[in-house]
């Protein structure tokens, strides 16, 4: 029965522990998810420079702290 205990103990300090990563990855989520959406929005309209999107796009880049440049040769 100890046994059982100590490991529902150690089960619960692990997932405890993973919680702040858990947190930060949903939050960069929803982050993502919002800008893809303004993304869109910039596509869809008429009146949308090339430069705009572009902007938006690297501010995501930024944050994700992803260089488009390494990339593009993948």
Same mark, same amino acid.
């Given at each position: 029965?100890? &046994?059982?205990i100590r490991k529902l103990r150690e089960l619960r ?15 960069? $989520?929803? +982050?993502?998810?919002? &800008?893809?959406? &303004? ?5 869809? &309209?008429? +009146?949308? $420079? ?25």
């Open positions: 029965m100890k &046994d059982s300090e692990n997932l405890c522990s993973q919680q702040g990563t858990w947190k930060e990855a949903f939050t960069a $989520r929803d +982050k993502v998810i919002a &800008d893809l959406v &303004d993304v869109y929005m910039l596509c869809i &309209d008429k +009146k949308t $420079r090339k430069k705009q999107i572009e902007k938006k796009l690297l501010c995501m880049f930024e944050y994700l702290q992803v260089d488009p440049h390494e990339t593009e040769s993948e």
